[in-house]
């Protein structure tokens, strides 16, 4: 798995989890929700993604996307 993977299970599954706990628990988990997809969207635009630096430093390998 490289890094760009990575970065996009990560996020899906954060996406996933939180929208579980703002119906089950609390809707304010929509604002964690929220903060992944700005993220998302100013990686796309940006290129900076700060998963992907801590997943470099731990030694995944480079993907396309981030580097």
Request: a positive charge.
């Given at each position: 798995?490289?890094?760009?993977?990575?970065?996009?299970?990560?996020?899906?599954?954060?996406?996933?989890?939180?929208?579980?706990?703002?119906?089950?628990?609390s809707?304010?988990?929509?604002?964690?929700?929220?903060?992944?997809?700005?993220?998302?969207?100013?990686?796309?635009?940006?290129?900076?993604?700060?998963?992907?630096?801590?997943?470099?430093?731990?030694?995944?390998?480079?993907?396309?996307?981030?580097?």
């Amino acid at each position: 798995m490289n890094i760009d993977r990575a970065v996009i299970a990560f996020a899906g599954a954060v996406v996933l989890v939180t929208v579980l706990l703002s119906v089950f628990h609390s809707p304010y988990w929509l604002w964690f929700t929220g903060f992944v997809g700005a993220n998302l969207l100013q990686s796309a635009f940006t290129g900076f993604c700060p998963l992907a630096k801590i997943l470099s430093a731990l030694g995944l390998k480079p993907g396309s996307a981030f580097k």
